[in-house]
Antibody
């Protein structure tokens, strides 16, 4: 059974960089036909796709966040990571990592989520 | 890209049916048969319930069904049960490897 676990600092200061890592177990991040993505959910609000990466390193970002986001992959560790720079209070959210299929475009496996608060 | 529009809330009594709409544009919902639906209980990660407009993953009860007409997709939950009370989100492929989620609907079982 595939398992995704997001981890990283729970508190980030304004203007700094948010960094999270998603560790994949029970399957290979190098599986063809699957992308690995980040989705966030501000407290009490809806879901927002941040971006996705293929194991080859190809990345796709939400146009509204593209200037601040970097997603990378480390196939040797079966991990992918998110960096969001110049954060503000509006970036406070639960950040989920998830797998999505190239063919169905649906997010079929999700991590448990990591709450990141932006505050001084 | 703008979030897909969903009604904030929907409700029904046990055993009844509830239908949730998800309205987008011809650039997302209307342009691709890649609409999916997610169920989210409080404090939990979303769970895939429907993909490719109307397909159910293994393990999802057949009480859940999906459809699409033009720029609007719909999720119907038949035979409502207490455990169906949750937030539901639609999502659509929006071209150029972009994805957009809906605003979310809180389903209450009366």
């Amino acid at each position: 059974q595939l398992h995704l676990q997001a981890s990283g600092p729970g508190l980030v200061k304004p203007s700094e960089t948010l960094s999270l890592t998603c560790t994949v177990s029970g399957g290979s991040i190098s599986s063809s036909s699957y992308y690995w993505g980040w989705i966030r959910q501000p407290p009490g609000k809806g879901l927002e796709w941040i971006g996705s990466i293929y194991y080859t390193g190809s990345t796709y970002y939400n146009p509204s966040l593209k200037s601040r986001v970097t997603i990378s992959v480390d196939t040797s560790k079966n991990q992918f990571s998110l960096k969001l720079n110049s954060v503000t209070a509006a970036d406070t959210a639960v950040y989920y990592c998830a797998r999505h299929s190239e063919y169905t475009s649906s997010f079929d496996y999700w991590g448990q989520g990591a709450l990141v608060t932006v505050s001084s | 890209q703008s979030a897909l529009t969903q009604p904030p809330s929907a409700s029904g009594s046990p055993g009844q049916s509830v239908t949730i709409s998800c309205t987008g544009t011809s650039s997302d919902v209307g342009g691709y048969n890649f609409v999916s639906w997610y169920q989210q209980h409080p404090g939990k990660a979303p769970k895939l319930m429907i993909y490719e407009v109307s397909k159910r993953p293994s393990g999802v009860p057949d009480r859940f069904s999906g459809s699409k007409s033009g720029n609007t997709a719909s999720l119907t939950v038949s035979g409502l049960q207490a455990e169906d009370e949750a937030d539901y989100y639609c999502s659509s492929y929006a071209g150029s490897n972009n994805y957009v989620f809906g605003t979310g609907t809180k389903v209450t079982v009366l």
